[in-house]
């Protein structure tokens, strides 16, 4: 059977995170949480898109519970200044949702120096899961859930020595590395929640080919290159609609039968409905060490879960 956002099971008095909830897959993914209940926190960039998706929500769903908070995930200053923010408010997060991203940029840097793919997919993640994990593993059932990508199948394991490839860019493979960082940190953090035997649960999600404004981004940028306009032309003639797309990752964030350590994504890879997906080659423990390594060391911030419930 299909699954939809009418099995989303009712999310009344829990708190969502949703990071880029100001278009594309995370818009929809808000847009659905509220829908069903959930107070959901927008966290996005943009400003005025924000207030702009704020009200396209208020106008489906006039009682939804929402707010706005400015997140810049290319700052570390900024995510510390969110998480922050919703920490002030809000002494549970049932759901924190790691959504927003970029994809084959130009060579960049983010205003901390971090490769700009890297520093927004993966670290700025990090660091707002770092500042909010405290909280998260106290509510009862919650979930980190982390958006990768079939990119992830083409990325390498995170290079302590350079992982922002100086001098090595390419913008297609700073894409796969970020989104296989993105995997490997959902199943890492899982490996802790399991060791300290909380309830809350870590997993990832990934969209297929879905026909939102993150190709078109990567087309006007200029990074993505040939390569980059056939996959809009691509998602145009044959991807899903975003709120399509985004089922895998309300699936993996609602589903009472979600397992931690898990990968929600198209039954046919690119297309399909929402189905538990198998984690090929989930992630070595090497590399998973060498991305905690470099994660602390760049962000000066760590992700632990033991830490984590001795702060609660």
């Given at each position: 059977?299909?699954?939809?956002?009418?099995?989303?099971?009712?999310?009344s008095g829990r708190t969502a995170v949703v990071t880029g909830a100001n278009g594309g897959l995370g818009l929809a993914t808000a847009h659905a949480l509220a829908g069903a209940g959930a107070h959901v926190v927008m966290a996005a960039r943009n400003q005025q898109k924000a207030a702009a998706a704020r009200d396209e929500i208020?106008?489906?769903?006039?009682?939804?519970s929402l707010e706005v908070?400015?997140?810049?995930?290319?700052?570390?200053?900024?995510?510390?200044?969110?998480?922050?923010?919703?920490?002030?408010?809000?002494?549970?997060?049932?759901?924190?949702?790691?959504?927003?991203?970029?994809?084959?940029?130009?060579?960049?840097?983010?205003?901390?120096?971090?490769?700009?793919?890297?520093?927004?997919?993966?670290?700025?993640?990090?660091?707002?899961?770092?500042?909010l994990l405290p909280t998260v593993v106290r509510t009862p059932g919650s979930r980190v859930v982390t958006l990768t990508s079939t990119a992830q199948h083409t990325g390498r394991a995170l290079d302590p020595s350079n992982p922002h490839l100086h001098e090595k860019y390419d913008a297609w493979r700073a894409y796969g590395n970020s989104k296989l960082?993105?995997?490997?940190?959902?199943?890492?953090?899982?490996?802790?929640?399991a060791d300290a035997g909380v309830d809350t649960i870590a997993l990832t999600a990934h969209p297929g080919l879905t026909d939102s404004d993150l190709q078109t981004t990567t087309v006007e940028s200029g990074g993505g290159g040939p390569l980059g306009r056939f996959f809009h032309q691509l998602t145009k003639r044959t991807?899903?609609?975003?709120?399509?797309?985004?089922?895998?990752?309300?699936?993996?964030?609602?589903?009472?039968?979600?397992?931690?350590?898990?990968?929600?994504?198209?039954?046919?890879?690119?297309?399909?409905?929402p189905v538990r997906r198998p984690l090929v080659r989930p992630g070595s423990a090497k590399a998973i060490q060498r991305l905690w390594q470099v994660s602390e060391r760049e962000t000066g911030l760590s992700v632990d879960v033991a830490a984590a419930l001795a702060d609660r």
């Amino acid at each position: 059977m299909s699954w939809t956002i009418d099995d989303i099971p009712d999310q009344s008095g829990r708190t969502a995170v949703v990071t880029g909830a100001n278009g594309g897959l995370g818009l929809a993914t808000a847009h659905a949480l509220a829908g069903a209940g959930a107070h959901v926190v927008m966290a996005a960039r943009n400003q005025q898109k924000a207030a702009a998706a704020r009200d396209e929500i208020l106008a489906a769903h006039p009682q939804a519970s929402l707010e706005v908070v400015e997140l810049d995930l290319g700052s570390l200053d900024s995510v510390a200044r969110a998480a922050a923010e919703i920490l002030e408010r809000h002494d549970r997060i049932d759901l924190l949702v790691n959504n927003a991203g970029v994809m084959a940029t130009p060579e960049g840097r983010t205003v901390d120096g971090f490769e700009t793919q890297l520093g927004t997919n993966h670290l700025g993640h990090w660091a707002l899961t770092s500042h909010l994990l405290p909280t998260v593993v106290r509510t009862p059932g919650s979930r980190v859930v982390t958006l990768t990508s079939t990119a992830q199948h083409t990325g390498r394991a995170l290079d302590p020595s350079n992982p922002h490839l100086h001098e090595k860019y390419d913008a297609w493979r700073a894409y796969g590395n970020s989104k296989l960082a993105n995997r490997h940190f959902a199943v890492g953090l899982q490996q802790q929640l399991a060791d300290a035997g909380v309830d809350t649960i870590a997993l990832t999600a990934h969209p297929g080919l879905t026909d939102s404004d993150l190709q078109t981004t990567t087309v006007e940028s200029g990074g993505g290159g040939p390569l980059g306009r056939f996959f809009h032309q691509l998602t145009k003639r044959t991807g899903m609609s975003v709120p399509r797309g985004a089922l895998s990752q309300l699936r993996a964030a609602t589903d009472p039968g979600a397992r931690g350590g898990t990968m929600y994504g198209p039954l046919l890879a690119t297309t399909g409905r929402p189905v538990r997906r198998p984690l090929v080659r989930p992630g070595s423990a090497k590399a998973i060490q060498r991305l905690w390594q470099v994660s602390e060391r760049e962000t000066g911030l760590s992700v632990d879960v033991a830490a984590a419930l001795a702060d609660r």
